[in-house]
């Protein structure tokens, strides 16, 4: 764990997922809900729409809080050219997770860095691909079932092992940015950001 006491993080996120993945390897940091409006424009892509909200959600709270260090983040799956986002309900995770059968779902998690008295602004995005097997309604009964939270991207949570039995393949650079945030980039950033 990095010791990042008194550096002044603050991620952009109201997001439980998010603070668990970022506190295993930061001590210190804080976390402000920027609510930010996650309609998506026209024709926007899957990575498009990722970075510009990672991005809005960083700019807001970077506006208030001119000497921090801000990380906003977005995740968006995108299905048949379509993108995707929570289900909330466990009946619109069954619909929408049902419909992956055999298929490949792509998820795209944007990161952005921003510090204003700094003049930093840093982006990224990590995509991870994941090959669904060809499986029964009553396999993916058996994982939403495991679930108490349908507020993840397209109702996804690799980490259950459950889930697990539904998939074939995850292709990805960082394991971890599923969960809704690029760890690994973020962490080498922050890094060079205190070398500074």
């Known amino acids: 764990m990095r010791n990042t006491i008194n550096k002044n993080i603050i991620l952009a996120s109201s997001s439980v997922h998010r603070k668990k993945l970022l506190a295993k390897y930061i001590s ?5 809900n920027p609510n930010v409006n996650e309609a998506e424009f026209n ?3 899957g990575k498009e729409l990722c970075i510009r909200l ?3 959600k960083a700019q807001i709270v970077a506006n208030d809080n001119p000497n921090s260090i801000v990380i906003g983040s977005d995740q968006v ?3 048949n050219q379509k993108n995707l986002g929570k289900p909330f309900t466990y009946e619109n995770a069954f619909k929408t997770i049902m419909k992956f059968s055999g298929k490949n779902v792509f998820f795209n998690t944007g990161v952005v ?15 991870t691909i994941i090959a669904f097997k060809p499986f029964k309604d009553t396999d993916l009964i058996q994982y ?9 991207t397209a109702g996804v949570k690799t980490e259950s ?7 074939s393949e995850i292709t990805c650079a960082d394991k971890e940015a599923i969960i809704g945030l690029p760890i690994q980039w973020t962490l080498s950033q922050l890094d ?3 070398l500074i």
């Open 43 to 45: 024709k926007e892509t």
């Open 144 to 152: 939403l079932d495991s679930q108490d939270d349908f507020r993840t």
């Open 192 to 194: 060079n950001i205190f």
């Open 161 to 167: 092992e459950m889930f697990q039995q539904l998939i």
């Open 77 to 79: 799956a995108t299905f």
């Open 54 to 56: 990672a991005r809005d």
């Open 28 to 32: 210190h940091f804080q976390c402000v």
């Open 113 to 127: 860095i921003i510090s204003q008295n700094k003049g930093i602004d840093l982006s990224y995005i990590d995509q």
